[in-house]
């Protein structure tokens, strides 16, 4: 009888041990099949798998070299852009120079015929006097409404003339009335 536990007791044990070994197998191919799943496929890895070892070399050697080619291609395109680019900028830069001179020009004759003003001026009006730049100014005196009978209209309260405060022809003008 204690033979007969003895034995029940190894074989739940074992039991045991082969449950965890194949849960940790288990565990084991599902990591498998996720690092299959985010494997980044190629295109070398492809023509490994469907070419086979020594035809995936040279279609890798003929691919590479259609790569480098098509590289170069675009090299040489890319050069000409920017030369093209380059071309432009000069151009603009040299108009832009050009008008730079031309407006300096035209200062330089600016000044002079000031400068040729300024002398002949004085000799003109010696005897009058100059205007005083800070003198007050006279004001400007605000626009009268017009007294045609459209603008004016005469207020309930009182028997004087209300002139609007704004015409709009949309909208009825408020009116302004004589203080009391």
Partial sequence: MLRAIKD?????HQL?????????????????VR??????????????????????????????ANEQASLENLAKQRDRLHKKALGEKARALRAMSQQIQEQAGQNTDVARHLVHLQKVR????????????????????????STAPHATRRCWRSSSACAPAWPTPTRR???RCAPW
């Fill in 8 to 12: 029940f007791s190894r074989g739940m």
């Fill in 16 to 32: 045991k041990w082969e449950k965890a070994r194949c849960d940790l197998r288990i565990q084991e191919l599902r990591e498998t």
């Fill in 35 to 64: 690092d299959l799943q985010l494997l980044h496929v190629t295109r070398d890895m492809q023509a490994a798998y469907q070419k086979g070892g020594q035809e995936a070399r040279a279609a890798d050697k003929l691919q590479s």
């Fill in 122 to 145: 004085p000799q003109e009006d010696s005897s009058a006097p100059l205007p005083d730049p800070h003198a007050a100014r006279p004001v400007a005196r605000p626009a009268q409404h």
């Fill in 173 to 175: 003008p408020a009116r």
